[in-house]
């Protein structure tokens, strides 16, 4: 992808912080539903691009891996300046963000501008 070369200690980290050391070997249709979420999270962020969309990144994966991968995304945003865009309705995964925009029927309820400065999660 654009000629970048994979990063194998952050492919390392990645595959913990998602589970995935025994599914390795696995394709997708033998994953369960949470696998597959964690398997594309994983995909996604492997070339560490610099901006990511995710729609409800937390919502297939259990309470415990969701907290993980918030710590992993603030972590990311920090150490590697990526850029989040995230919808959700997971208040714990947007009270991590440094600026939230709230919609409510198609229209902006909440600004939140610099407010919110994404200190829920520490490194």
Not at 8 to 16: P, V, W
Not at 37 to 50: E, G, S, T, V, Y
Not at 84 to 96: K, L, N
Request: charged share 30%.
């Amino acid at each position: 992808m654009a000629g970048k070369k994979k990063d194998k200690a952050f492919e390392d980290e990645l595959i913990s912080m998602l589970d995935l050391e025994d599914r390795l070997g696995f394709y997708p249709h033998q994953l369960s539903g949470g696998g597959q979420q964690r398997a594309a999270i994983a995909r996604a962020l492997l070339l560490k691009p610099d901006l990511i969309l995710a729609d409800e990144p937390t919502g297939n994966i259990d309470e415990a891996a969701g907290q993980e991968l918030l710590k992993f995304i603030l972590h990311s945003n920090k150490k590697y300046g990526q850029t989040f865009v995230i919808v959700t309705h997971d208040m714990a995964a947007a009270g991590m963000a440094r600026h939230i925009i709230r919609l409510k029927d198609g229209k902006v309820q909440l600004d939140s501008g610099e407010e919110n400065r994404g200190d829920t999660y520490e490194d």
